[in-house]
């Protein structure tokens, strides 16, 4: 069959720091009509670059080699006013975070409107005609009304749902989707890939799905292309890839991937090398636990013994041991020592702008919440964005007025006050979302977690040195890091550090907010699993909120359901995932992506 | 939007009453006061006191605010001691003046930092950027009075092109639009080139940043032309820092021009504020006071309302 799609030998160099980085290596795919192939790899693989090398929208300064064919044309030696008839008419781009993608400021008519207009012309009215119909299409309710609205009226699937409608303007033959559901909660996410692939077999059109999340791929799409490093290890049908993964890597990768009810995560030692040290040969090998002394001689040839092609010298055999060896272990149930109570937690945030500077009233963010929580346990807390669980951690650390109670160690926080509260809150610390963007930039590694011990104080800077030193061991860095600036380290790194920040007050509570959701799948899993060990080593307890129903599940005793700021649900972890109640409940577990266990 | 616009007027009567009081008191509490100033350096202490009597200056302060107040609230702002004559009147005149003064170099400040902007937010980092940058650091390091007066050598005095000084009252019959026009040229020259250099540098940053955005990546990834992106997409996004700065700006052009009005004897409510500072004419002082307040809130609420079309984020809730 004819290729939407073929790409030969395809290399993206990028000028960095005045040097040129090689980012893509030798890329080679092909894309038939209607086939939704994946593109998948951790962040630094080269993914997005390989997408933006399609579109010609490279950053200034990158060059490409080899032969991006699109039916039949080389975009690759396109000149720019060609580009622009080929941008948005045969091939179209969806990109993460429709947020950001779309202009704040225009409707979203015009947007649509405006990507049909550039290539054919028409009038204004035409145009909106079209947009009225785009939008339909891809399942917005009542289009006509809004049309003339702006993309922050919308909801984030809802944007989503407007870029997709854009790209599918001039009915293009290959559409590129860039992590199109990242940053979305799991129930919308579903609608957005079930809409997409809806759209390609309706439309007959090829799309290249560049994603993260294996659990995605396996979903929906129909081949995968995974890359390591700038470099493919193994493409060929998706089907065949989950039932016998080839490349170490991939059988890494799909062990890494947390799944409901799982005892242990494994994970992948080490990290992934940055562009301009990568090492000779196989580029996986310094991590690979099949590694020899051949695979480090040259980059290996793709091995097509097997249903997948795998660029490796040692590919697993058909009766190699399945994906997931792990065994799906129940949790044994233990007995903790109470340690936080929660009661009747309401919180209600103020609006401005009402005479004078006066608040407004809102509805509140959180109403009528209790539970208890045992010393060493971790409960996990999932819910949709807006359904109040970040507010729930805010009001446990003290960082926002609530009403009702919050118990530390018997001791109730509004019946505190001074030293004596400051020191009850220094027993519960938190780590965020993005831990970098939580570090001051200007301060070395080793003062940011040296910090907590010097408002405690009591220790001289030796000893201090030495606490730090210790605490970087603990979450299994280097000491050698202390002296580094947050800005020169990796995102798990960085979520080590702020782990070891919140282990230098001695705390007994962490709260977690999303702490894996801006990690890669295989240091999300070595994380949670350093997590774990920590709060059995130390009896540490953990308030852990995500909307990933998988990772909460791993690592929470118990999980509380929030919807609309009231707990509909909370139950043992098990108990939970196996008789959900509340029908809320039930369609966040439906939505959860999860890999399906295959047998050998 | 209405109920916004309301609710910005009643807390702005607010900070206006504190400007005004303040102002009041120091004025008051400077030593000397306007009796010498009317009477002459020579006079003696009987007469300044039957002066001081008739103008109600020997009243306690608290008592003279009051009936300040009390006047303002039934729309009347007091006679000017030196000129004698009502100065809502007096105010009326210069402040037309001054109001055509700004209205035109801010108009051309802003058409001109757009101009520049776009330039220097294009071609950001490379010479034409870098060329734009050398002269806005250097115009906007220059004082007022230095540049006015270097305008006023260059232009008036060496070759006669423009008037040095002074304006023709629009009353007079004989003025015409020509010579207003000639008198305004080195003026708004001044003030705008002050403005431009910080205005422009503001929006080429912005225009920067925007083209950075991954909405000018998606317009791309749709075949849109780099023209429309530049005109269509970026352009409004880019503005609304401007405007903003604009608005906030607005008293700081304004004590500006107090220079750049007593400079070029431009009979504006500058000139007239430091005339009247000089001679101690308190009612002057403080109703300039007043409207300078008022034309900066009302400057600022027109920029947020602007803001408000350019950006529909914003809400008036």
Redesign the interface.
């Given at each position: 069959m004819n290729a939407v799609l073929e790409i030969k030998n395809l290399s993206v160099t990028l000028k960095r720091g005045g040097r040129d980085v090689t980012i893509l290596d030798q890329l080679n795919l092909r894309i038939a009509p209607g086939e939704m192939q994946a593109l998948v790899g951790e962040s630094g693989s080269g993914k997005t670059i390989a997408a933006l090398a399609i579109m010609r929208l490279l950053p200034p300064g990158a060059a490409i080699t080899g032969e991006i064919l699109l039916n039949g044309e080389n975009l690759a030696a396109a000149v720019e006013p060609r580009m622009r008839q080929v941008r948005g008419k045969s091939v179209a781009m969806v990109f993460q975070n429709p947020l950001a993608a779309l202009n704040p400021s225009r409707t979203i008519a015009a947007q649509i409107g405006e990507a049909w207009r550039v290539h054919q012309g028409g009038s204004a009215a035409q145009a909106r005609a079209r947009a009225l119909e785009l939008l339909d299409e891809v399942g917005i309710p009542d289009p006509k009304n809004r049309l003339n609205d702006y993309p922050h009226q919308f909801s984030g699937g809802m944007r989503q749902r407007v870029m997709i409608a854009m790209s599918l303007a001039c009915s293009p033959h290959l559409l590129i989707a860039d992590e199109p559901t990242t940053g979305l909660d799991p129930l919308i996410a579903q609608q957005i890939m079930t809409l997409i692939a809806r759209l390609r077999r309706e439309r007959d059109m090829a799309v290249l799905f560049v994603t993260h999340d294996l659990s995605v791929v396996q979903e929906h799409a129909d081949s995968i292309h995974v890359l390591y490093a700038g470099r493919s290890v193994e493409w060929g049908a998706a089907a065949a890839f989950f039932q016998h993964p080839r490349h170490p890597y991939s059988e890494a990768l799909l062990g890494s991937v947390a799944r409901l009810g799982q005892a242990r995560l494994r994970n992948i030692p080490g990290n992934l090398p940055e562009p301009e040290q990568r090492p000779p040969g196989c580029r996986f090998a310094p991590r690979c636990a099949y590694a020899s002394a051949v695979c480090s001689t040259a980059y290996p040839p793709a091995d097509a013994q097997g249903a997948t092609l795998a660029a490796c010298f040692h590919p697993l055999p058909r009766t190699a041991r399945p994906a997931f060896a792990e065994t799906l272990a129940p949790r044994p149930a233990r007995n903790f020592a109470p340690l936080l109570d929660v009661t009747d937690l309401g919180v209600r945030y103020r609006g401005a702008g009402g005479w004078f500077g006066a608040a407004r009233r809102l509805p509140p963010s959180l109403a009528e919440v209790s539970f208890r929580l045992g010393r060493g346990e971790c409960l996990g807390v999932v819910g949709e964005s807006g359904s109040g669980k970040s507010s729930l951690g805010r009001a446990v650390l003290q960082m926002i007025e609530y009403d009702g109670q919050v118990t530390l160690d018997g001791h109730d926080f509004h019946a505190m006050a001074g030293r004596a509260k400051r020191d009850l809150r220094r027993k519960i610390q938190v780590v965020f979302q993005d831990p970098r963007e939580s570090m001051n930039p200007r301060m070395t590694i080793g003062e940011v977690i040296a910090e907590p011990l010097r408002l405690r104080g009591g220790l001289n800077n030796a000893a201090r040195r030495a606490r730090v030193e210790a605490l970087l061991g603990q979450v299994g860095l280097n000491p050698e890091m202390a002296a580094r600036h947050p800005g020169d380290v990796s995102g798990g790194q960085a979520q080590r550090i702020a782990i070891a920040r919140a282990l230098a007050a001695e705390p007994e509570l962490i709260v977690l907010d999303e702490p894996t959701s801006a990690l890669d799948v295989s240091t999300q899993a070595m994380l949670l699993n350093l997590l774990k060990d920590l709060s059995l080593k130390h009896a540490l307890s953990y308030i852990l909120i995500s909307h990933d129903f998988a990772v909460v599940s791993y690592m929470s005793d118990r999980i509380a359901v929030l919807n609309a700021g009231r707990i509909v649900e909370m139950n043992e972890t098990a108990a939970l995932l196996s008789a959900p109640r509340a029908a809320y409940t039930r369609a966040l577990i439906g939505a959860a992506p999860q890999l399906q266990p295959m047998q050998a | 939007m209405m109920k916004?616009i309301l609710?910005r007027l009643?807390?702005s009567c607010?900070s206006l009453f504190i400007l005004v009081a303040l102002v009041f008191f120091l004025a008051h509490l400077t030593p000397g006061g306007p009796a010498y100033s009317i009477l002459g350096q020579k006079a003696t202490p009987e007469s300044v006191a039957q002066l001081n009597q008739r103008l109600g200056l020997d009243q306690p302060l608290l008592k003279q605010f009051g009936l300040w107040i009390w006047h303002l609230l039934h729309g009347e702002l007091g006679y000017s001691y030196l000129l004698n004559r009502p100065v809502g009147q007096l105010l009326w005149v210069y402040e037309r003046n001054t109001l055509i003064f700004y209205t035109v170099s801010i108009i051309i400040s802003t058409a001109l930092s757009i101009a520049l902007g776009l330039i220097q937010g294009v071609w950001f980092g490379r010479w034409p950027a870098k060329l734009i940058g050398a002269f806005q650091l250097g115009f906007y390091a220059l004082p007022p009075f230095f540049v006015a007066a270097m305008l006023i050598l260059w232009f008036a005095v060496d070759v006669h092109w423009l008037p040095a000084s002074g304006i023709i009252d629009l009353r007079d019959p004989h003025a015409g639009i020509a010579s207003f026009a000639a008198h305004l040229v080195l003026p708004v020259t001044t003030v705008s080139l002050l403005t431009v250099s910080s205005l422009s540098r503001y929006f080429g940053e912005a225009v920067h940043e925007e083209l950075g955005?991954?909405?000018v990546?998606?317009?791309?990834?749709?075949?849109?032309?780099f023209a429309?992106i530049l005109f269509?997409?970026v352009m409004?996004?880019a503005l609304r820092p401007l405007i903003t700065i604009l608005g906030l700006s607005f008293p700081y052009i304004f004590t500006g021009g107090v220079i750049v009005e007593s400079v070029f004897n431009y009979p504006g409510l500058g000139w007239l504020m430091w005339r009247s500072a000089l001679s101690q004419d308190y009612p002057i002082l403080i109703a300039i006071v007043l409207v300078i307040g008022v034309l900066t809130v009302l400057g600022n609420l027109l920029a947020d309302l602007v803001n408000g079309l350019?950006?529909?984020?914003a809400?008036y809730?």
């Open positions: - | 916004m609710r009643a807390s607010l955005k991954d909405y990546r998606t317009a791309r990834a749709k075949g849109v032309s429309s269509r997409h409004r996004n350019l950006d529909p984020r809400s809730e």
